[in-house]
Each structure stands twice: as structure tokens, then as C-alpha cells.
């Protein structure tokens, strides 16, 4: 079953935070996180194996609360780079990675 | 450093013929995944590879098939193909299953 992620959409300023959420209804056992330009290949950012994981990938971190089946992606201090659309990816226990419907991420001058 | 190679980059079918769509993962990558993407919307699933057997099974049509072979190259066979089947076919490989998974340039493939 397909994670779901939130907003579908959000539009910030350079500079400006943002947090994208995605959560599952079944147990993880790990989240992963990519970024895809329009037209172009999904980018891995990163992959949270433990619950209560949190790992950072320059001003892009993000959170894994096992518990919860619930993972976030913190965007600080947003570059016009960071636009595009993200997708969670989820690893239940048949090893599958399954995509969120994506959050598109538009970062304005 | 060498990245997951899909071919071919671009084809055009027409409709109720067969495609044959091409993946080479990263060397030392045991695990195959393939998906389909639409326009606007999110990789959906078809089907996945470790050490050259089907691992899952995803939302792939009865008129699809795919393979890894002993070189851990897969290949995505499309019969009867229909206009529906037109979008960007992802293929990504990983290290392990359930690993961080590198993507493909993708192929897109449009069905007239």
C-alpha cells in the first residue's frame, strides 16, 4: 500500500523552512527519500533505517519514527535548487519500495 | 562512477506492438526494480529482481513481463501495447534489497 505524503504541494521563498511528511499504514522497516527535476531521473537523498533515526544531507534532513510508521523531510533555508518534487519511499517487510504520491516543491527568487 | 543505463532513451510504438526496454545496474548491484511513471504522477511500481528471481510483483499488467539475466541486466518485455502504456519507464538497482536504490535516465516510451 502506497505511503502517503504531505502537502501534495508547497511554494516558499529562498531562505524559507519547509517540512514534508509521509506515513504508512504498514510497519517499516525503513524510509527513503528522493528528489526528481521535472523530466529527469528520482535523486536519492537519503534512507532512515532506525526508528527515531535522524539523519542531514546539507540543510536537508529528515526523521523516522518507527512507531508512528511516520517519516519527515526538514528543508531549512530553502536554495531555488530544492525545487522539484519529492517522494518518500517506503520498505515494508517484503523488501518492496513503494513511492508516495510526491510533494512538488516550488522555492521562488 | 558508473550509474544505472537504460536503453533505449526514447521509443515510439504503435499500438498492439511489443517493447523491449533495457536495464544495465550499477556493477556489484543485485537487486533490479522497474517502474512507470505518467505525467505528473508518482513511480509506480511494476516489478523487482534479486539475484536473477523475481522478488515482488507490483501493479505490472498481465501483458508485461521482465527478466534478470546471469549478468543482472533486466529486461522489460511490453505486449499488445496501448495507448495507456505511454509514460517514463524507470529502472533503479541497488546494492541489497530494500538498499538505497539508484535510478536510471529513464525511457520514455509513447504508444500512437
Known amino acids: 500500500q502506497q505511503p502517503v505524503q504531505s502537502p501534495q504541494a508547497v511554494i516558499l521563498r529562498e531562505g524559507e523552512d519547509a517540512v514534508i511528511n509521509c506515513s504508512s499504514s504498514?510497519?517499516?522497516?525503513?524510509v527513503h527519500w528522493y528528489r526528481q527535476k521535472h523530466g529527469e531521473a528520482p535523486v536519492f537523498l537519503m534512507i532512515?533505517?532506525?526508528?527515531?533515526e535522524q539523519k542531514g544531507h546539507e540543510k536537508i534532513s529528515a526523521s523516522f519514527n518507527e512507531k508512528k510508521q511516520q517519516s519527515s523531510l526538514y528543508l531549512t533555508a530553502s536554495q531555488l535548487s530544492y525545487s522539484g518534487t519529492y517522494f518518500c519511499?517506503?520498505?515494508?517487510?517484503?523488501?518492496?519500495?513503494?513511492f508516495g504520491g510526491g510533494t512538488r516543491l516550488m522555492v521562488k527568487p | 562512477a558508473a550509474g544505472v543505463i537504460q536503453s533505449p532513451r526514447h521509443l515510439i510504438k504503435e499500438k498492439r506492438e511489443t517493447a523491449t526496454l533495457k536495464c544495465y545496474p550499477i556493477p556489484r548491484h543485485d537487486t533490479v526494480y522497474w517502474y512507470q511513471q505518467g505525467p505528473g504522477q508518482d513511480p509506480q511500481f511494476l516489478i523487482s529482481?534479486?539475484?536473477?528471481?523475481?522478488?515482488d510483483k507490483g501493479s505490472i499488467p498481465d501483458r508485461f513481463s521482465a527478466q534478470q539475466f546471469s549478468d543482472y541486466h533486466s529486461e522489460l518485455n511490453m505486449s499488445s501495447l496501448e495507448l495507456g502504456d505511454s509514460a517514463l519507464y524507470f529502472c533503479?538497482?541497488?546494492?541489497?534489497?530494500?538498499?538505497?536504490?539508484?535510478f536510471g535516465q529513464g525511457t520514455r516510451l509513447t504508444v500512437v
Open positions: 529482481f534479486y539475484e536473477k528471481m523475481q522478488s
Open positions: 504498514k510497519a517499516l522497516y525503513s
Open positions: 519511499g517506503t520498505e515494508d517487510a517484503g523488501n518492496m519500495l513503494t
Open positions: 532512515l533505517l532506525k526508528g527515531g
Open positions: 533503479a538497482s541497488s546494492l541489497r534489497q530494500g538498499g538505497e536504490a539508484f
